[in-house]
Nanobody, 112 residues
């Protein structure tokens, strides 16, 4: 049974940085695509970034150049480095393990 635990969320000022972490268990982690999604209040959950087993990455246009997704297969971890954060990045961020396993989410709030 795949389990995902996110951490690293919090309150940060505009222009600041945060690194989200997602720890996976119960999975042959290295062969699966992993991703980060987010859901802001009153909005649908949206894709932020994905990384394949071959470390190919894909980003939402709104975060390109500011966010970086990377993975450590030995530790079964996936990370989201978020720089130059904006108030519109405020959301609950979810880790996804393909095909359809989700973490509980971690809150990111960007505010002065």
């Amino acid at each position: 049974q795949v389990q995902l635990v996110e951490s690293g969320g919090g309150l940060v000022q505009p222009g600041g940085s945060l690194r989200l972490s997602c720890a996976a268990s119960g999975s042959i982690f290295s062969i699966y695509t992993m991703g980060w999604y987010r859901q802001a209040p009153g909005k649908q959950r949206e894709l932020v970034a994905t990384i394949t087993s071959g470390r190919n990455t894909n980003y939402a246009d709104s975060v390109k150049g500011r966010f970086t997704i990377f993975r450590d297969n030995a530790k079964k971890m996936v990370y989201l480095q978020m720089n130059s954060l904006k108030p519109e990045d405020t959301a609950v961020y979810y880790c996804k393990h393909w095909p359809d396993h989700w973490g509980q989410g971690t809150q990111v709030t960007v505010s002065s």
